[in-house]
């Protein structure tokens, strides 16, 4: 089998930030950014209670901002170093206008965390608002470093 892209880009150098990881379908309309909120391998990682608040919030917000229409999906990294946003119709600038936008809402939020029930969620009861808030503020002086110029590996 093929290495897949993501498998490609050298771990070893990526610092955090929001990056354009690949695009697909017939015209590169779905795109997808890795938005690494911790450096890989260094032993400093999203807990898992708190990276799956930041997914309940961050997909709640995106799906609910300005930008609904090209949100195709938000998700954890398995590696537990930050988040896939898959978009479609949205500028580079855009996409990282949402990232800011959520997670500087995320940094503040402080209400029930949306879809943590039994009925909603198959683990409900790992969250952490707490650590979600912490990691979501670490992440914004970062996020608000970048210019939507260079969001590229």
């Known amino acids: 089998m093929e290495r897949i892209a993501s498998f490609c880009v050298d771990h070893t150098k990526l610092l955090p930030g929001m990056y354009l990881s690949r695009q697909d379908g017939p015209n590169g309309e779905i795109r997808t950014w890795d938005i690494r909120m911790k450096r890989p391998n260094q032993g400093q990682y999203l807990s898992s209670a708190a990276a799956h608040t930041l997914e309940h919030l961050f ?3 995106a799906r609910n901002s300005k930008y609904s229409e090209g949100v195709v999906y938000v998700g954890p990294m398995g590696c537990l170093t930050g988040f ?3 978009t479609t119709g949205l500028s580079d600038a855009e996409a990282l206008d949402l990232v800011r936008s959520a997670f500087l ?5 402080e209400g029930e965390i949306p879809g943590a029930s ?3 969620c198959g683990n409900y009861l790992l969250m952490d608002p707490i650590a979600a808030r ?3 503020a670490a992440m914004l002086p970062i996020l ?3 210019d ?3 969001l590229r590996y």
């Open 59 to 61: 997909a709640t917000y």
């Open 84 to 86: 896939y946003l898959l």
């Open 105 to 109: 809402w995320m940094a503040s939020y």
């Open 118 to 120: 039994a009925v909603e």
């Open 134 to 136: 912490a990691e979501a």
């Open 144 to 146: 608000n470093a970048l």
């Open 148 to 150: 939507a110029d260079h």
